[in-house]
């Protein structure tokens, strides 16, 4: 999931520097989004393995 967000963040940037502004905002959007799926999923997953006790990494 990380991975797709830093896609579309150079795609954004990518657009955004050609001046396709729409297509620029678009991608910029969907990045914020994976990235905060991305983040709260993260967060879960280190909340529960300290739950149970575990390492997870």
């Known amino acids: 999931m990380l991975k ?3 896609i579309f963040f150079v795609v954004s940037l ?3 520097a050609l001046g396709f ?6 991608a910029r ?4 989004i994976l990235f905060g799926l991305f983040l709260a999923i993260a ?3 280190v909340v529960i393995a ?3 006790g575990q390492a997870v990494f």
């Open 4 to 6: 797709w967000a830093l």
């Open 14 to 16: 990518v657009a955004g």
């Open 21 to 26: 502004s729409g297509v620029a905002s678009g």
């Open 29 to 32: 959007r969907i990045a914020q």
């Open 43 to 45: 967060i879960v997953v």
């Open 50 to 52: 300290f739950a149970i």
